[in-house]
Every structure is written in structure tokens, then in C-alpha cells.
């Protein structure tokens, strides 16, 4: 059992460069969610998704793009990179939602130039 | 918005030594969540906490839920060097049919040997 695999695991960008990064699990999870993790910050919330085809937005999610085709997948898209926008990357899926345990992948390390 | 609280942002401790993290939110909780990241690692769930007053025992760790479910805590008795890590809390908040989930922003733990 999987459960919630990211990739890649390191990214460097260039800034005004796109790209996206990948999220996906195999629990059959409704929820899932995108957080950065910033020095003394803690985890703040980017995206979410409470099924296929719902998506909506979290604290911080200007410069970022979600789409939740499947149940299975929830990437997150960088539109026009930012040295604003390196950080530490979790997906996370739970099953019924946030009043339930999440399960976080491994992490993209971004870093934008 | 809602704020969650979280003391200390750093704790060095003896090997042995008794430790406490301490989360405290602006809002009443509807659950309280606790989760531990090793360095280099990810989040990973550790417990819930759902009741006023709730108090929950994991071998070495007691979490407690407040009365007025507002604050809550974290204590490692005789602490070791596997303890290592930040611990977050994570504060549930619900209303008109939608949930939100703030994370503190942790409590690094170094451990002597």
C-alpha cells in the first residue's frame, strides 16, 4: 500500500518558469489538499478537494492551480514561478475530510531562482 | 481568522527530561489533531482529540483537550533521542457545513543524549 506518493522529490525553477507537481493515492480518499512549509510557519493550506471535479481554495493559493479529475490524483500547478514560492510541498489525503487524520506524502523541495 | 497558537517554538531537553508543547486557538475546537515530523521527514499523524477535557495516553506521550476546548497539550515523559522532531497541532473548526483545519506552526524538540 502506497498511500500518498509525490513527485518529484527535489525541483529547482527558474523564475517566470511553469511546472507541476504531482499527488496521488491509493486509499480511496474523497479529500485531498495541498500544503507549503515554510521556516517558522508551519503548514499553511494552498488548494483542497472534497471529491472528483471539487476543488477549492485554502490560505494561501495565489500563483497556484489545482484540477481533481480522479479520485486518485490531485496535481498542483505553478503558473509563473517565484523565489516567493520556494518552499516544502505536502499533498495530504484523508477520508472523510478535514475532521479526519491526514496522511502526507514525502514532499516536493522547491526551490525557484 | 483563526489562529492556533503554539509554545514553545523550540525545546532542548536532556535525555530522561520531561517536555510539554503547548497549542492554544482563538476559537472554541471542534477536534484538536496532533502530528510529529522527524527532520527530513513528513507530518504523521498521532492522535485526535474530540471531548472537553479529553486526556489520551500513548506509552510515553499524554495529550490533554481543554475543558473550554480552546487549548491543548503535549507531554513526553523521560524523553529520548527517537522523540526527536516538531510536533504540530492542528485545530478543527466547523461551521455552516464547512470545516477548517489550522495547523501551529510547531514545536521543535532537540533531545541530548
Known amino acids: 500500500n502506497a498511500g500518498v506518493t509525490q513527485t518529484p522529490k527535489f525541483q529547482v525553477l527558474k523564475t517566470g518558469q511553469s511546472m507541476t507537481l504531482q499527488c496521488a493515492q491509493d486509499m480511496n480518499h474523497e479529500y485531498m489538499s495541498w500544503y507549503r512549509q515554510d521556516p517558522g510557519m508551519g503548514l499553511r493550506l494552498i488548494h483542497y478537494?472534497?471529491?472528483?471535479?471539487?476543488?477549492d481554495q485554502g490560505e494561501v493559493p495565489n500563483g497556484y492551480n489545482v484540477s481533481r479529475s480522479t479520485t486518485e490524483d490531485f496535481p498542483l500547478r505553478l503558473l509563473s514561478a517565484a523565489p516567493s514560492q520556494t518552499s516544502v510541498y505536502f499533498c495530504?489525503?484523508?477520508?472523510?475530510?478535514?475532521?479526519?487524520?491526514?496522511?502526507f506524502g514525502n514532499g516536493t523541495r522547491l526551490t525557484v531562482t | 481568522g483563526q489562529q492556533v497558537m503554539q509554545i514553545p517554538q523550540y525545546q532542548h531537553v536532556q535525555e530522561g527530561e520531561d517536555f510539554t508543547t503547548y497549542c492554544n486557538s482563538s476559537?472554541?475546537?471542534?477536534?484538536i489533531q496532533w502530528y510529529k515530523q522527524r527532520p527530513g521527514g513528513h507530518p504523521v499523524f498521532l492522535i485526535q482529540l474530540v471531548k472537553s477535557g479529553e486526556v489520551k495516553k500513548q506509552k510515553r506521550l499524554t495529550f490533554q483537550f481543554g475543558e473550554a476546548k480552546k487549548n491543548s497539550s503535549l507531554h513526553i515523559t523521560a524523553t529520548q533521542t527517537t522523540d526527536v522532531g516538531t510536533y504540530f497541532c492542528a485545530g478543527l473548526t466547523s461551521g455552516a457545513g464547512s470545516y477548517q483545519l489550522t495547523f501551529g506552526k510547531g514545536t521543535k524538540l532537540s533531545v541530548i543524549p
Open positions: 478537494s472534497v471529491g472528483a471535479g471539487i476543488t
Open positions: 495530504a489525503s484523508s477520508s472523510r475530510g478535514r475532521d479526519s487524520p491526514l496522511h
Open positions: 476559537t472554541t475546537l471542534s477536534n
